[in-house]
């Protein structure tokens, strides 16, 4: 199929594919639409489309930067389906603006507007989102992506967290749509806009360059949880209200963690679970969290990989073996969440246990 725009005037509807297909189709036409460096990713509009592009910047530990320069021929809207791995976003409008649709979530307005000058914090996991984007309009927006395991690495204490990142906890334990939020979180304020300013137009390169952005993507990120906190936005209880839990519920979630373990390979799903431990889905999912701080899939998928981890300490242990044993059909995805999970490649930790046996 090849991707084409009618009109200059039409607003034009793209999938997250088609956008894809459209890029790669200028590139065999000769258009510069994609080139990287080491730490670099650019993506320019094709010509049919409009002007600039965006820019992405990869940092350590789970951190993005993401930078868009544009300016659109033509209306466009974008249909794009998040998935269950969706990163907590900070989002900065210098200028622009877009109309979004997100479908009728709970919690969720199902249309908004993002404005200029305006700065906003959304996690948006299983979801499809629409963006309405206007043509003639300059845009600039500085986003920070921050997958939710990047605050595994701080130590939560619950009596004096802000209650911001006691949302954000709970966000980090479910990796699967149970929580999703956008937040509207007002102007852009000085502070920001100088720390904006400078990732803009940073005067370093290579190693240092990667450190100054990561010090200015934590430092916006601390500016929009200080002015969250302050603005007593949203709390994790208005989106999650707790079960009452019985001595008999607890067994029955303890066993419904057993029978988890068990059936690593082949696990129920959640309907035949609850059916099996004497509990309705409602039940074994909250209670699920409540008891164990995570969701019940989100416990499958830690336990599965910590399992991993202990069988790649045998250098002699094929990827393939590993994924197969840990209940994971394809190698591929089984590569990808351990990476996800470790910030690093199953081969690349195999070796470096065999280094550590070997040193």
């Known amino acids: 199929m090849t991707v084409s ?3 200059p005037c039409d607003t034009y509807t793209l999938t997250s594919a088609e956008l894809i297909e459209l890029l790669q189709q200028a590139q065999k036409e000769g258009e510069s639409i994609f080139w990287e460096t080491e730490l670099h990713e650019q993506f320019n509009l094709p010509k ?8 992405v910047i990869k940092l ?11 300016t659109l021929h033509q209306n466009l809207r974008m249909v794009q389906q998040h998935t269950s791995q969706f990163p907590l976003t900070a989002k900065f409008y210098l200028s622009g ?27 948006l996991p299983d979801m499809i989102e629409v963006e309405e984007w ?28 802000p209650e911001p990142l006691q949302f954000l906890k709970q966000a980090s334990l479910k990796p699967v ?6 937040q509207n979180l007002g102007n852009v304020t000085p502070a920001m806009y100088q720390v904006l300013q400078q990732i803009l137009h940073c005067p370093y390169h290579g190693v240092i360059e990667q450190l100054y952005l990561e010090s200015k993507a934590l430092e916006l990120l601390t500016l929009q949880f200080a002015h969250w906190q302050a603005n007593g936005v949203i709390s994790e209880q208005k989106l999650t209200k707790k079960v009452l839990l019985r001595s008999e519920d607890l067994g029955r979630l303890h066993h419904a963690k057993e029978i988890l373990i068990e059936r690593l390979v082949e696990p129920p799903s959640l309907v035949k679970l609850a059916r099996e431990v004497g509990l309705n889905d409602r039940k074994l999912k909250q209670g699920f969290r409540q008891l ?17 981890k202990q069988l790649l300490h045998d250098s002699d242990l094929s990827i393939a073996w590993v994924a197969k044993t840990v209940g994971y059909k394809n190698p591929e995805a089984f590569s990808t969440a351990f990476r996800r999970k470790f910030d690093i490649s199953p081969k690349g930790y195999q070796l470096s246990q065999r280094n550590y046996m070997h040193g």
């Open 5 to 7: 725009i009618s009109s």
């Open 48 to 55: 049919v489309l409009g002007d600039g592009g965006d820019r």
């Open 60 to 70: 350590r530990g789970g951190l993005t930067l993401h930078i868009r320069n544009a």
């Open 97 to 123: 603006s877009s109309r979004v649709q997100t479908r009728g979530f709970s919690g969720i307005q199902a249309e908004y507007e993002e404005r200029a000058n305006s700065h906003y914090l959304y996690y």
């Open 134 to 161: 206007q043509a003639k309009e300059p845009t600039q927006i500085v986003m920070v992506y921050a997958e939710t395991d990047y605050f595994h690495a701080f130590q939560w204490a619950d009596s004096t967290l």
């Open 177 to 182: 749509a149970d929580l999703r939020f956008h």
């Open 292 to 308: 164990f701080g995570t969701t019940v899939f989100g416990y499958l998928q830690d336990y599965r990989m910590q399992q991993a």
